[in-house]
Nanobody
């Protein structure tokens, strides 16, 4: 059974940091591209960050460049999103996504709220 379980969300003040984690099981994690998406109320889902299967290449949305970092540990079947200098506009539900050709798996998401 495929599972993606996100953790690490919460309430943080502007300028603060959070580290999200997504633990994968039920598939061969090390050959999948991994992504983080987010969706704020009333807004479309937005691709935040992506990382290749080996971790040798990453990409970030312009809105988070210089603040967020995506990484993965294939030995632990986990992908991370380090979020620094958080802004109220970063408030959203963050979902991890695993994809390989036609396979496309999603986690349930973790809420991130940036507010003073």
């Amino acid at each position: 059974q495929v599972q993606l379980v996100e953790s690490g969300g919460g309430l943080v003040q502007p300028g603060g940091s959070l580290r999200l984690a997504c633990a994968a099981s039920g598939f061969t994690f090390s050959i999948y591209e991994m992504r983080w998406y987010r969706q704020a109320p009333g807004k479309e889902r937005e691709l935040v960050a992506g990382i290749t299967d080996t971790g040798d290449s990453t990409n970030l949305a312009d809105s988070v460049k210089g603040r967020f970092t995506i990484s993965r540990d294939n030995a632990k079947n986990t992908v991370y999103l380090q979020m620094n200098s958080l802004k109220p506009d970063d408030t959203a539900v963050y979902h991890c996504n695993a994809r390989l050709v036609w396979h496309n798996y999603w986690g349930q998401g973790t809420q991130v709220t940036v507010s003073s």
